[in-house]
């Protein structure tokens, strides 16, 4: 029989952080530390929100860029904490969560054969979305060195005639790094110099702890250059409710919502009268999670400290990358041994690319109290690893 596969999706590998998450599903007594999840539960006026909607019987279709009451909820938004404004008629579109925006942004942009660069480590959805938008990924080397940050002179390094698109992953899943305002100035300098565009990822934009965030499409000359995607699972809680948006210029998100309307018709309706209601009064629910988030973060690496574990400190998202090349063994065995004997479940860093190799993604968007059961179990595990490499020396 022909082959019913095509070739562009048989080259992608499944999620590496899915494979972890499955296996520790099947074992008992497993504190995991693998998924990206807020533990929170989202806050009841959000859910009641939701509900309300239902009672009401507000089940029907919305337009295909969403409900207009939203997008412009999502553009006062933005004005308010990124001090950049959209046009909620024509430059906003509501998807379904972050990942589809990433989807439509490349398939609408890419021409076979463009490139896209793709820092990492990084989300594991950037590079499959190139491959099946018959894009070229480029992948760009993160260094720990420089904090896991892009720098200008890699990002030059990178661009050839055939760049097209800049993913930028600030603050990043899965290191925790963020991008300064004046970092971010060096690199909007060289986009518009070499006539790119950037899709920026900012859904983890409200975990920023020490400094706040800055959008790129807020610099001089970069809302045009920028589709700016976001969404309301990591700030809200609302991972479930499956809702993102991605705003940026009319050309852009015209193409897009004509894609998401072939394939999505348009994003869940009881979720879009929930994300209005988290828009106008989150703000208080962002701020408590952000502070626990922070503490757990303080937590980790005091604790990462006291065990003798490299890891540099990240001011953003819910992740922790520490280092653990010392061991002389990959990500993946490292995780696969955790997992088997102390029954702790973490993402091997080379899931997020290959220069991920040598880290763990660790995430604190988990209790405390899970925090310090897992924490006191990877001590031990250490602790074993380096007493045997000091016995067979």
Request: with cysteine; aromatic share 10%; net charge negative.
């Amino acid at each position: 029989m022909r082959d019913p596969i095509a070739e562009k999706v048989k080259v992608i590998q499944p999620s590496g952080i899915r494979k972890f998450f499955d296996i520790a599903n099947q074992m008992e007594e497993v504190v995991s530390l693998g998924v990206g999840e807020p533990d929170f539960d989202t806050p009841w006026h959000i859910r009641d929100e939701g509900i309300y909607s239902l009672e009401k019987g507000r089940t029907f279709y919305t337009s295909n860029s969403g409900l207009m009451e939203l997008r412009e909820e999502i553009s006062r938004y933005l004005e308010r904490k990124c001090r950049v404004s959209y046009n909620a008629a024509s430059q906003v579109l509501i998807t379904v969560g972050g990942s589809e925006a990433i989807d439509l942004c490349m398939r609408a942009m890419l021409n076979p054969g463009e490139e896209v660069l793709i820092p990492q480590p990084s989300f594991v959805s950037y590079l499959p979305c190139a491959v099946m938008a018959d894009g070229v990924p480029v992948i760009i080397e993160l260094r720990e060195e420089n904090q896991f940050r892009l720098t200008k002179q890699q990002l030059l390094d990178a661009i050839t005639e055939k760049t097209k698109i800049l993913v930028l992953p600030f603050p990043n899943n899965p290191t925790g790094a963020i991008m300064t305002k004046e970092e971010l100035e060096e690199i909007a300098q060289v986009v518009i110099e070499k006539d790119i565009y950037v899709l920026s990822d900012e859904i983890y934009s409200e975990l920023t702890y020490e400094t706040g965030h800055t959008s790129i499409a807020s610099l001089p000359g970069m809302k045009e250059r920028t589709v700016l995607i976001n969404g309301f699972s990591k700030a809200y809680a609302m991972t479930g409710w499956r809702l993102g948006y991605a705003c940026g210029p009319e050309e852009i998100i015209s193409q897009m919502v004509k894609l998401h309307q072939f394939a999505i018709m348009c994003a869940p309706t009881t979720s879009q009268y929930a994300a209005i209601e988290a828009l106008k009064n989150g703000d208080e629910d962002i701020e408590e999670m952000r502070k626990a988030y922070n503490g757990r973060r303080r937590y980790l690496m005091h604790a990462f400290h006291e065990m003798g574990l490299k890891c540099f400190e990240p001011y953003g998202a819910f992740y922790v990358f520490p280092c653990i090349k010392e061991f002389g063994m990959s990500s993946e065995e490292f995780a696969s041994r955790l997992l088997d004997e102390e029954h702790v479940a973490v993402v091997p860093g080379s899931a997020f690319g290959d220069c991920g190799d040598g880290y763990l993604r660790i995430s604190y968007a988990y209790s405390l109290e899970d925090l310090k059961v897992a924490l006191g179990r990877l001590e031990n595990f250490i602790k074993r690893l380096r007493d045997g490499g000091r016995q067979d020396g």
